[in-house]
Structure formats: C-alpha cells, structure tokens
C-alpha cells in the first residue's frame, strides 16, 4: 500500500525559500502512471493545488504560483520535493504532497485531469520573521 | 482562470439525503472528483471522474456531472459523515471549489 508522508522545516522567514520534501514508499515512483503532486491549505481556507510533476519531468503549476515554485524528483530516493522562493506570510499552510492520477492526453502527453490519491497526512510551514 | 463554486455550508437531518453542487461553467464536459476533508485527517476521495467510487466509500456517496451542475449526493446521512467536501476539476490546470461544510443535524 503506497503511503506517502511530507517532512521540511515548520518555519520560514519571509522573503526565504521554502523547501518541502515528500516520501514515498510502497510503490515506485518512477512509475509512468502517475503525476505526484504538492497541494495546500491556509488556516481557515479551502484546498489550492500547488503544481505536479510526471516521472518524465513535464510539469504543471498553479498559474499563480508558478514564477515561485519549483517540483522534482529524486527517483533513487522515492522523494518529490517542493520549493518555494520569495515567501510571504499567505504561503502559511499545510502542505500536502499526493499521488495525482492522469487522465487523457494533453500537451503532447498523460494529462493531469485526475484525482489525488492518496494524500500524505501533510506538514504545518510557517512564514513569519 | 476557470472557477467552479460550491454552497458555504449545507445541513442535513440524520438519515436523510444531502446534495452538495459544484457548479461551473458547461462542467459538465470536465472530470471531476470530490474529497471529503476531516479536521486534523488528509482530504480522502470518495467520488472521481464524476460517478465512480474508490474501493472503500460507502455506496451511501455518489456523484453525478451534467450541464454547469456537478452533484455529490450523500444518502442516509450519518454523524461521521459531517466534514468539508471540495470538488476538484482540470481546466488547464487544477481548479478546486471553495469547499462546501456539511453540517448532520
């Protein structure tokens, strides 16, 4: 059963980058079936989708986020990392990393139109001197 | 950027059946999936690609996509079913809606 569990630091000084690591065991993640993906929830707000990556490097970020966020792979770890420069105090969340299922071709490859499955139990960062 | 909206808050009485919509324009062309999400627990699915159902949720949960209207339809309501559902859909990129809280009463 894959099982997926989110570490970093709980605290990030604004204007800092932010760098998230996620641990995957139980399946491979080299896997062609999957993209892996960082999502986050501010208190008291809902969900917002970060971005995702597929094994073969092609990624998808959230449009607001994307001049900030970088997603990669270290397959020889089983890990995806998230990181995020230029923190500010509206990127306090949890952090959640999740395997996100492709559906369909877009883009000249698998699409990621699916659900996210599983989710890690995901990680408190907060952004504040 | 595409947007999907869901109602606040929805309540329902013990037993009965809750409708919560994700509405969108023409969503019924996209796939969507619903969460439910736990305080202090991870968002789980319990509907993707509109209809279908993850081994594991209870046939009490299903999903059904048509026109700007996507529904998630909770029959026989129970106290454990009370949590924050999100619908989630692809429009050139992940698009979740606000999260709907949903009250047994």
């Known amino acids: 059963q894959l099982q997926i569990q989110e570490s970093g630091p709980g605290l990030v000084k604004p204007s800092e980058t932010l760098s998230l690591t996620c641990s995957v065991s139980?399946?491979?993640?080299?896997?062609?079936?999957?993209?892996w993906g960082w999502l986050r929830q501010p208190p008291g707000k809902g969900l917002e989708w970060v971005g995702s990556?597929?094994?073969?490097?092609?990624?998808y970020y959230n449009p607001s986020l994307k001049s900030r966020v970088t997603i990669s792979i270290d397959a020889t770890k089983q890990e995806v990392s998230l990181k995020m420069t230029s923190t500010v105090a509206a990127d306090t969340a949890l952090y959640y990393c999740?395997?996100?299922?492709?559906?369909?071709?877009?883009?000249?490859?698998?699409?990621?139109?699916?659900?996210?499955?599983?989710w890690g139990p995901g990680v408190l960062v907060v952004v504040s001197s | 950027s595409y947007e999907v909206t869901q109602p606040l808050s929805v309540s329902v009485a013990l037993g009965q059946t809750a409708t919560i919509t994700c509405e969108g324009y023409?969503?019924?062309?996209?796939?969507v999936h619903w969460y439910q999400h736990k305080p202090g627990q991870a968002p789980v699915v319990i509907i993707f690609r509109d209809h279908n159902r993850p081994s594991g949720i209870p046939e009490r949960f299903s999903g059904s996509n048509l026109g700007n209207t996507a529904t998630l339809t909770i029959h026989r309501a129970q106290l454990e079913d009370e949590a924050d559902y999100y619908c989630q859909v692809w429009e050139t990129s992940v698009v979740f809606g606000g999260g709907t809280k949903l009250t047994v009463l």
């Open positions: 990556l597929f094994y073969d490097g092609r990624s």
């Open positions: 139980g399946g491979s993640i080299r896997s062609s079936d999957y993209f």
């Open positions: 023409n969503i019924g062309s996209q796939n």
């Open positions: 999740a395997r996100h299922w492709p559906v369909g071709y877009c883009n000249g490859g698998s699409c990621p139109r699916g659900r996210f499955d599983p």
